[in-house]
């Protein structure tokens, strides 16, 4: 073999080497892409999935009196800015649709024994920012936050003063001075023990929509056996 043949096949070796590498990188540029794209998308629908799991089981149970409610504020529930609470055990499986007024509207009505002490747990899944609360607290409540460190909770006492938290809704019981802030995409627990049986209402008085007001959505009734 001369020094130009060798040189040759030099450079073709080079030529296909080089090919292999450049495959091997878009290859591995893509593969990387994507994955990143999935994680994107379970981050972006993970609340949606956890809401959605964690209702299907829930459909068939029984409307009983039980010790603890369970609510999700849940935004956009009844189509394009009804945002509405709505109880995990009376969901049918259908998203109802608020603005064309068709089917019945979902029952969010809750019924408690009065003397027991009943644990309410809110899961706001709503991200809007859409009031500042101020108040004195009358009723206790926490609030746990999911954070990059973990889940931080922040207790609130009886008589301390709310200043300017950043909230989405209440859960407001106007006959009872029942006035809790729900801060977006938070869980919000407090207990109540009702002593007068009765029916209340309860609902929610940040402007957050046509739901505010609407049975089924950000208005809901509490029977007390
Ligand atoms: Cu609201």
Known sequence: MNDRVLLSVLILTLIVA???????????????DQ???IDQLAAQFGDLAGIVSSLVPKQNEAT????????YVVPDFGGSTYDAFVLAQSFSGNAPNASSRSG???????????????KFVISNIDTAI???????????????????????????T????????????????PDLQIDIP????????????????????YLCTTPCGPGMGLSGYMLGYITVT
């Open 158 to 173: 009886q008589g301390e003063t709310v200043s300017n938290l950043a909230i989405s809704h209440t859960f407001t019981v």
């Open 35 to 37: 994955s990143s794209h």
């Open 104 to 118: 019945t509207p979902p029952n969010n009505n809750i019924t408690v024994t009065h003397g027991v002490p009943i």
């Open 18 to 32: 080089g090919a292999s590498l450049t495959q091997t990188f878009i290859l591995t540029a893509a593969v990387s």
């Open 182 to 201: 729900i801060p977006p995409d938070t869980m919000v627990v407090f207990n109540y023990t009702f002593n007068t049986p009765g029916v209340y209402s």
């Open 130 to 156: 859409l009031q500042n609360f101020t108040s004195q607290v009358s009723t206790p409540f926490t609030i746990y936050n999911d954070t990059a460190a973990g889940q931080v909770a922040v207790q609130y």
């Open 64 to 71: 009983t009196q039980s010790n603890a409610v369970y609510l």
